[in-house]
C-alpha cells in the first residue's frame, strides 16, 4: 500500500522555489506518479509483509527480495523525481539503517562494519550537511547495495533545492511511503537475533568509501 504524506507549508511562497509553488508541483507530480504504477506492482507490495513473514528464506534474502521491488518503484517514479546522478542532497544528512543492512553492505564491498550493540538515535539535524561515508564526487559508490532508506526516499520536485538537508529541515513536503514495503523490513527485522537501527556513520564512520 502506497501513503500520500502531507506537506506542511510554514513559511511565506515567494514562487519557483517558494515553499507554496514547490509543494503544489510536487503535489502534482506525485499523482502522476501514481497514476502510472501497474496494479500487479501495488498488489505485490501489499503482499510484502505476508510474504516477509511466511517465506521460507532467510533475512538477506527476504531484504533483498523487498529492495527488488522498491527498485520497481524507482523505475516508474524516475520521469517525476528529481533524483539523478550527481544530485547528492540527500546523502548529506542522516542515514538510519539496520545491523542486517550494515552486513550486507559488508559483504558486498569489503567495508567492514563497526559493531553497534544498541539502537542509535539521532536528531534530525546531526548529520546535516555532512556527507555519507560512501558518498564519492556526489555519487554513490555503493549503489547497487545502497540500504532501504535509499531506495525508498526520493523528491517529486523538479530540481534538489528543497532536499537542501538545512532547508528541507524548515519544511514538510510531499513524500510517498510504500507502507507494505516498510512494514515488511520491520517484519525482516523482528525475525533477526537482535536487529539495530543506528546511522550508517555509526556503522561506517565518516570516509568509508
Not at 527476504?62 to 539523478?84: M, N, Q, T, W
Not at 514538510?172 to 533477526?192: D, H, I, K, N, Y
Request: proline share 6%; with cysteine.
Amino acid at each position: 500500500m502506497i501513503e500520500v504524506l502531507p506537506s506542511i507549508k510554514t513559511s511565506p511562497d515567494s514562487g519557483g522555489h517558494g515553499i507554496a509553488s514547490a509543494a503544489a508541483r510536487m503535489e502534482s507530480r506525485r499523482a502522476a506518479f501514481i497514476a502510472v504504477l501497474p496494479a500487479d506492482l501495488l498488489a505485490r507490495e501489499d503482499a510484502l509483509p505476508t510474504r516477509a513473514r511466511s517465506d521460507n528464506a532467510s533475512p538477506q534474502s527476504k531484504l533483498g527480495r523487498i529492495y527488488a521491488l522498491v527498485d520497481e518503484f524507482s523505475a516508474h517514479r524516475a520521469p517525476f523525481v528529481a533524483c539523478k546522478t550527481g544530485c547528492a542532497s540527500c546523502c548529506k544528512m542522516n542515514v538510519q539503517i539496520s545491523n542486517l543492512e550494515a552486513a550486507r553492505i559488508t559483504a558486498a564491498t569489503g567495508h567492514r562494519a563497526r559493531a553497534v550493540a544498541r539502537t542509535v538515535l539521532h536528531a534530525d539535524t546531526e548529520f546535516a550537511g555532512q556527507p555519507c561515508p560512501f558518498l564519492q564526487n556526489d555519487a554513490c559508490s555503493i549503489y547497487d547495495h545502497r540500504p532501504f532508506v535509499c531506495r525508498h526516499h526520493a523528491s517529486f520536485d523538479v530540481d534538489d533545492h528543497w532536499c537542501d538537508p538545512v532547508r528541507m529541515q524548515t519544511e514538510t513536503v510531499p513524500l510517498l511511503e510504500l507502507t507494505g514495503a516498510l512494514q515488511a523490513v520491520g517484519e525482516v527485522l523482528r525475525q533477526t537475533r537482535q536487529p539495530v537501527l543506528a546511522d550508517i556513520r555509526d556503522f561506517f564512520g565518516k570516509g568509508a568509501a
